[in-house]
């Protein structure tokens, strides 16, 4: 009996090494279309250490660059926002590295991994994958770990992940040093209308820095080097890549599962859509898909409804939850923006806030902050309107 996984993204990587230690008796193969573990690389790599600790403990210290402790939030109109957890939460991977970390353990236990290995077609009903150049493969049970784009979704009868968002991600040698524990995050329409720029230190002088829109992300990266809104000087840095993708906002699918695959990951729309953050989701979901699978002992049909559960018993409120922040965000314009941060502030959120919330499961900090600036916001002529109606809106659709 085989188990087939289509891609080696981290969801692919994470779900068969979980497999390959429940179950090392299953033949495990995974295919991946490039010729290395990683590359291209799409994704700005913060991922907090609640996740790396917990599921990646072996393998996350090989890839880190940076720690970081907090965030600076700034808006178009000048409005800023500090959070410090006062304390190390999350780390900056070399993404490609970590891929690479989480293969070789793969590899490790037994897996096989086929690169340059692209799947160009599916017949479940046969078991039979096709691959380019003619070649097939057969499967007992396949898994869908495809990525954003989620190339063969439509092919096994699943849908495709919603409301995808084109990034791009530069990296900067900067002039002058940075503070190295904070990640920037600029919410500005002329930027990322409807999600937000980033800048995150790799060390004192080299940055991570990135957007998400739907349209012009190159002239947009331009306008954000000339604004420079963490005064890092930007505009006489060097840029020494760009690299981009697509961030998944839209929440999961309803059915990522038929009687003979899984989908895991960006495939599966397993992004937090507050932020497009997959690790901390896929990570979870990996590993339910994993125990699904080997507790189904060929009970192929079976592993799907168990891992779906699962996902929905953990995740379920946290993923409304956060996909409800996301559509009224993207519904406010700058000037409300502005006047949001401004009633976190005065209710006294931020400093609240800094040290209890959770970077992954946000559903608590989220209904805390309402809890706390919803006096504030209804006495904001400005505010109050822009929330209730962006919360009808998302509520309706
Ligand atoms: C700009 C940007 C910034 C991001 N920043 C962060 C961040 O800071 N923190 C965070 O947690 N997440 C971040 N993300 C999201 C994160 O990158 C994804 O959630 C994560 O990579 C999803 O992993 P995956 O394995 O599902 O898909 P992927 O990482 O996309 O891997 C899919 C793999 O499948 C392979 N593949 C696809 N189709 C085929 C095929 N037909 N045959 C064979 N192989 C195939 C691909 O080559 C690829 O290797 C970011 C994303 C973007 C675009």
Same mark, same amino acid.
């Given at each position: 009996?085989?188990?087939?996984?289509v891609g080696?993204?981290?969801?692919?990587?994470?779900?068969?090494?979980?497999?390959?230690?429940?179950?090392?008796?299953?033949?495990?193969?995974?295919?991946?279309?490039?010729?290395?573990?990683?590359?291209?690389?799409?994704?700005?790599?913060?991922?907090?250490?609640?996740?790396?600790?917990?599921?990646?403990?072996?393998?996350?210290?090989?890839?880190?660059?940076?720690?970081?402790r907090?965030?600076?939030?700034?808006?178009?109109?000048?409005?800023?926002?500090?959070?410090?957890? !006062?304390?190390?939460v999350?780390?900056?991977?070399?993404?490609?590295?970590?891929?690479?970390?989480?293969?070789?353990?793969?590899?490790?236990?037994?897996?096989?991994?086929?690169?340059?290995?692209?799947?160009?077609?599916?017949?479940?009903?046969?078991g039979?994958?096709?691959?380019?150049e003619?070649?097939?493969?057969?499967?007992?049970?396949?898994?869908?770990?495809?990525?954003a #784009?989620?190339?063969?979704?439509?092919?096994?009868?699943?849908?495709?992940?919603?409301?995808?968002?084109?990034?791009?991600?530069?990296?900067?040698?900067?002039?002058?040093?940075?503070?190295?524990?904070?990640v920037?995050?600029?919410?500005?329409?002329?930027?990322?209308?409807?999600?937000?720029?980033?800048?995150?230190?790799?060390?004192?002088?080299?940055?991570?820095?990135?957007?998400?829109?739907?349209?012009?992300?190159?002239?947009? #990266?331009?306008?954000?080097?000339?604004?420079?809104?963490?005064?890092?000087?930007?505009?006489?840095?060097?840029?020494?890549?760009?690299? &981009?993708?697509?961030?998944?906002?839209? &929440?999961?699918?309803? !059915?990522?599962?038929?009687?003979?695959?899984?989908?895991?990951?960006?495939?599966?729309?397993?992004?937090?859509?507050?932020?497009?953050?997959?690790?901390?989701?896929?990570?979870?979901?990996?590993?339910?898909?994993?125990?699904?699978?080997?507790?189904?002992?060929?009970?192929?049909?079976?592993?799907?409804?168990?891992?779906?559960?699962g996902?929905?018993?953990?995740?379920g409120?946290?993923?409304?939850?956060?996909?409800?922040?996301?559509?009224?965000?993207?519904?406010?314009?700058d000037?409300?923006?502005?006047?949001?941060?401004n009633?976190?502030?005065?209710?006294?959120?931020?400093?609240?806030?800094?040290?209890?919330s959770?970077?992954?499961?946000?559903?608590?900090?989220?209904? &805390?902050?309402?809890?706390?600036?919803?006096?504030?916001?209804?006495?904001?002529?400005?505010?109050?309107p822009?929330?209730?109606?962006?919360?009808?809106?998302?509520?309706?659709?």
């Amino acid at each position: 009996m085989s188990i087939t996984v289509v891609g080696a993204g981290p969801a692919g990587l994470t779900y068969a090494l979980r497999l390959a230690e429940l179950a090392p008796h299953l033949e495990l193969l995974v295919l991946e279309e490039h010729g290395s573990v990683g590359w291209p690389p799409h994704c700005a790599g913060l991922v907090s250490l609640a996740t790396l600790n917990r599921e990646y403990p072996r393998v996350w210290r090989r890839a880190v660059l940076n720690t970081v402790r907090g965030a600076v939030i700034r808006s178009r109109g000048g409005s800023e926002v500090l959070i410090d957890a !006062k304390r190390g939460v999350a780390a900056v991977l070399d993404r490609p590295r970590f891929d690479q970390a989480l293969a070789e353990e793969a590899l490790r236990r037994g897996v096989e991994l086929r690169l340059r290995a692209r799947v160009t077609g599916v017949d479940c009903s046969r078991g039979v994958l096709r691959l380019r150049e003619g070649r097939r493969a057969s499967f007992s049970l396949l898994v869908l770990a495809t990525g954003a #784009l989620a190339s063969l979704n439509e092919q096994v009868g699943v849908e495709r992940p919603s409301a995808l968002l084109p990034a791009i991600n530069a990296e900067y040698e900067l002039q002058e040093p940075l503070e190295r524990e904070f990640v920037h995050l600029y919410l500005d329409s002329r930027l990322a209308p409807g999600f937000f720029a980033w800048l995150i230190p790799l060390d004192e002088y080299r940055a991570r820095v990135g957007l998400a829109a739907p349209s012009a992300l190159r002239a947009r #990266l331009r306008l954000l080097e000339k604004l420079d809104p963490g005064g890092v000087g930007l505009l006489n840095s060097r840029r020494v890549r760009v690299y &981009g993708g697509y961030v998944v906002t839209g &929440g999961p699918i309803s !059915k990522p599962y038929t009687s003979r695959v899984l989908v895991i990951g960006d495939a599966a729309g397993q992004a937090k859509p507050t932020t497009g953050g997959g690790i901390s989701i896929l990570s979870i979901a990996a590993r339910l898909a994993a125990a699904a699978t080997a507790a189904t002992e060929g009970e192929w049909h079976l592993a799907g409804p168990r891992y779906h559960e699962g996902f929905k018993r953990i995740l379920g409120r946290e993923m409304r939850t956060m996909l409800l922040a996301r559509k009224v965000l993207s519904s406010l314009n700058d000037a409300q923006v502005d006047a949001l941060l401004n009633a976190l502030s005065e209710a006294g959120v931020v400093e609240r806030l800094s040290s209890t919330s959770h970077m992954d499961f946000q559903r608590r900090a989220i209904l &805390g902050a309402l809890r706390a600036m919803w006096r504030e916001a209804l006495a904001n002529r400005l505010l109050a309107p822009a929330l209730l109606m962006g919360l009808v809106r998302a509520l309706l659709g």
